[in-house]
Nanobody, 124 residues
Framework: QLKLVESGGGLVQPGGSLRLSCAAS????????IAWFRQAPGKEREGVSS????????NYVDSVKGRFTISRDNAMNTVYLQMNSLKPEDTAVYYCAARRINNPTLNREDYRQWGQGTQVTVSS
């Protein structure tokens, strides 16, 4: 059974940092592109960052460029999202998702496997 599990969310003050993890079970992560999405209350789910199978290609939505870094450890079957200089507008539930085609898009329609999400709250 293919499963993705996110962890690392929490409450952080503006300017703080968090590292999210996306752990895979039931399949080998290095055969999949992984993306992070987020959904704030009352808003649509948006793509935040994605990474190719080998990790050589990454994409970011403009609002997080220079602050967030996506990486993967295929030996650990895990993808990470390092989030620095967090802002209140980063508050959302963060999801990781997987797709087989090696094209790291930020379109949610391209992804078939999804985790349950982890809450990130940025507030003083």
């Amino acid at each position: 059974q293919l499963k993705l599990v996110e962890s690392g969310g929490g409450l952080v003050q503006p300017g703080g940092s968090l590292r999210l993890s996306c752990a895979a079970s039931g399949f080998t992560l290095n055969n999949y592109v992984i993306a992070w999405f987020r959904q704030a209350p009352g808003k649509e789910r948006e793509g935040v960052s994605s990474i190719s199978r080998s990790g050589t290609q990454t994409n970011y939505v403009d609002s997080v460029k220079g602050r967030f870094t996506i990486s993967r450890d295929n030996a650990m079957n895990t993808v990470y999202l390092q989030m620095n200089s967090l802002k209140p507008e980063d508050t959302a539930v963060y999801y990781c998702a997987a797709r087989r085609i090696n094209n790291p898009t930020l379109n949610r329609e391209d992804y078939r496997q999804w985790g349950q999400g982890t809450q990130v709250t940025v507030s003083s």
